[in-house]
């Protein structure tokens, strides 16, 4: 998904299938396609934001989109 101006967003159609597994405190997203399997430890979660660490350690922090508002001239600002 890519996130757009408009606050529409662009798909490529390409999808990955995921499983969300809780093990007692922890909790993983185990990933399959046709060509690979994977998983990634849930390391945070709120509101807006969450963190994965992959098998090789290496973390990732993403965040909820929020569409930029971009003011006309002449506009009042909302």
Known sequence: MQP???G???TS???EAFVIVGK????SINYKTELS???EKLVELDDTTFSV???????YDYKRFEPIS?????EEKK
């Open 24 to 27: 007692e405190n922890d909790f």
């Open 70 to 74: 971009i003011q006309k001239d002449g």
């Open 37 to 39: 399997e994977w998983s």
């Open 53 to 59: 660490l992959n098998e090789e350690g290496i973390r």
């Open 4 to 6: 757009r101006l408009d």
């Open 13 to 15: 159609d390409d999808a």
């Open 8 to 10: 529409t967003y662009k």
